[in-house]
């Protein structure tokens, strides 16, 4: 099964920052790589998928980038609102897996 | 409005079983692939299981293999999730969710619940 690791494990920022995180599959994804938002007491949300395709309705201050095995989400310029825990998903193939996460906090 | 509402999650003791329901409204499940993941307390997400649009196809993580099952019913518009055989580490908010822009393998999930507690204690 393919393994996902995302670095850091947190990231402190304050507003206005460019901030970017990593995510390193243990194999080869191909393009396909997904990124999360997810808030204390919510269900994820989904910001990016095929690398850097932005799901309807995301702000374009959100990219990713990347390829095979090491994947970027970059927030050009940190809002309050994008404070909050981030996780990148493979599905290049079952099963599906997450990285651990990185939680974005206020600096 | 599109929306998924999980339900059945509680208290069980070690060994016992629980049915997880996922209602769904605003979109025909037997349209679409879907999924469990699970999230246990503090941690980060962790996926389960899906089931094909058909039925045909069904997929279960290596952790639940054998002990979960996974289904859906038509007529109710509704995903099931049967687990028996619990343990301590199943304890976590269980969310269904839809799936989206497959690769051609697997897919991303667009739409989730709000997720269902289970607590595996005795």
């Known amino acids: 099964d393919i393994q996902m690791t995302q670095s850091p494990s947190t990231l402190s920022a304050s507003v206005g920052d460019r901030v970017t995180f990593t995510c390193r599959a243990s194999?080869?994804?191909?393009?396909?790589l997904a990124w999360y938002q997810q808030k204390p007491g919510k269900a994820p949300k989904l910001l990016v998928y095929k690398t850097s395709t932005l799901e309807t309705g995301v702000p374009s201050r959100f990219s990713g980038s990347g390829s095979g095995t090491e994947f970027t989400l970059t927030i050009s310029s940190l809002q309050p609102d994008d404070f909050a825990t981030y996780y990148c998903?493979?599905?290049?193939?079952?099963?599906?897996?997450f990285g651990q996460g990185t939680k974005v906090e206020i600096k | 409005q599109v929306q998924l509402v999980e339900s059945g999650g509680g208290v069980v003791q070690p060994g016992g079983s629980l049915r997880l329901s996922c209602g769904a409204s605003?979109?025909?499940?037997?349209?679409?692939?879907m999924h469990w993941v699970r999230q246990a307390p503090g941690k980060g997400l962790e996926w389960v299981s899906a089931?094909?649009?058909?039925?045909?196809?069904?997929y279960f993580s290596d952790s639940v293999k054998g002990r979960f099952a996974i289904s859906k019913d038509p007529s109710q518009n509704t995903l099931y999730l049967e687990m028996t055989d619990l343990r301590s580490d199943d304890t976590a908010l269980y969310f269904c969710?839809?799936?989206?822009?497959?690769?051609?393998?697997?897919?991303?999930?667009?739409?989730w619940g709000q997720g269902t507690r289970v607590t595996v204690s005795s």
């Open positions: 194999q080869t994804v191909d393009i396909w």
């Open positions: 089931i094909s649009h058909d039925d045909v196809n069904k």
């Open positions: 998903q493979h599905y290049d193939k079952y099963p599906p897996a």
């Open positions: 605003g979109l025909i499940l037997r349209e679409h692939v």
């Open positions: 969710a839809r799936e989206v822009y497959s690769s051609g393998r697997c897919a991303v999930f667009d739409i």
